[in-house]
Structure formats: structure tokens, C-alpha cells
């Protein structure tokens, strides 16, 4: 029998900084929930607005896969690996901690608010040399599609990490229908709505709802309206 979670957004952590409104799917910083540390390797889903200027200073990581994915406005990277890029909506950023990085994002704007999802996968190899990659995606790919954007393999198509891992973005019609079938048996599915409503193996969802579903090899999408969402296809042993 399928196995399923569901996370409604309002039952979401939340810390508001004032510069950085956070919503934390899983426990995160001050936000803590035994019941919510993660799904599978799939660590943090954190959903950020960042005010103009601002931004988190620079920091460490270690052996953590760590994607970004903005949703709006331009957010500056910088790292110790001596990148200094800024990613936008349509881009993926990622980037592999290993043995250890350090890093900052800042709003680059001093108008507009910066909107990102903030991701941390959980490696299935320790101590990797820390990695950074961006790609600009095409977003004609996920109209009534399910465009890759994240795999384990190089040179397939998104971005790669050091997991059995495949994340998807999508942007549907309204009552457009599909089949996700998973990529690796044992995985599970974590489906997150960007906006719009959709359906998936008659579980009702709407914006910024979170849905995990594993035991199962498919799983069947519809949408209620246009709708966008990404789902993660993730390793549930950690």
C-alpha cells in the first residue's frame, strides 16, 4: 500500500526577520517539529522572500546538496570557491558543500523583493570536493510537461547531484492530466505547488502545499486549474 504525508502551507514553520520571511516544510533553525525533520534525503524546503538590499551574509556548509530556485526578482551568490554569479527566475543553482564551503546571497535589488526556494538534499557521498553549478532553463520545456531540471547523472539534462535524486518543474493547464512513474524503486515523491491547484492520486492541493507519497512506482497528476510545482523524486532511506 502507498504511503502519504500531506503538509497543508499553513501548517508550516515560520520565522519572519524582518528582512527574510522564511516558511520552513521541515524543521529548520528555530523552527522544530520531530514530527517534520525531513522526507527521506530531502532535508529542507524552505520558501524565502528576502526584502530589497538584504540578504544572509556569508556562512558554512558541509556534505549537504544545496539547490536554489528562484522564483522571483535577482539573487547574488557568492562562495569561497571564488564564484560570484546572480540567479533569476528560469534559473537552477546548485551546489555540492563536501568537505566545506562558505557562502552569501544577497538581494541584488534595491526595489524589489527576491523570492526562492531554498533546498537541501541530503549526499549519498561524504566528503566530496564542493561543487558549484547554475543553469537557465527553458520554461516553453514545462508547459503541460514534466521538464527535468535535477538528476544523479551529468549529462542528463538539469542539473546533477551527489544523490539518486530527480527533480521535475511543471506548469499545467487547467484539467491537464499526467503520469509521474518513479525514476528508482524504494524512491519517494515530494510534490510542492507553486501556484494553482492540482490533484495528485486524488489528494487535493493548493499553493504552497506540500505532498509526499512513497510505496508506489506512479502517480497521477491533474491539474484544477493553471498550476505550477516541482516535484522530488528523492531516496527514502537516509
Known sequence: ???????????????????????????????????????????????DTVAAGMGFGTHPHQNMEIISIPL?????????????????????????????????????????????????????????????DQITLKEEERHNKLQQILSPNPEDAGVWIHQDAWFHLSKFD????????????????YVFVLNGDVTVN????NRRDGFGIWN???VTIKANSEAEFLLMEVPMAV
Open 1 to 47: 500500500m502507498e504511503n502519504i504525508i500531506l503538509h497543508k502551507a499553513n501548517t508550516r514553520g515560520n520565522a519572519n526577520h524582518g528582512w527574510l520571511q522564511s516558511f520552513h516544510t521541515f524543521s529548520f533553525a528555530n523552527y522544530y517539529n520531530p514530527e517534520r525533520m525531513n522526507f527521506g534525503v530531502l532535508r529542507v524546503l524552505n520558501d
Open 72 to 132: 522571483e526578482g535577482d539573487l547574488e551568490h557568492q562562495d569561497s570557491m571564488g564564484n560570484k554569479t546572480v540567479i533569476r527566475n528560469g534559473d537552477i543553482q546548485v551546489m555540492s558543500a563536501g568537505t566545506g564551503v562558505q557562502h552569501s546571497e544577497y538581494n541584488k535589488n534595491q526595489d524589489k523583493e527576491v523570492k526562492f526556494l531554498q533546498i537541501w538534499v541530503i549526499p549519498n557521498k561524504q566528503s566530496v570536493t564542493p561543487r558549484y
Open 174 to 189: 487547467k484539467d491537464f492530466t499526467t503520469e509521474y512513474n518513479f525514476k528508482k524503486q524504494g524512491n519517494g515523491l
Open 202 to 205: 486524488g489528494q487535493d492541493l
Open 216 to 218: 508506489t512506482d506512479k
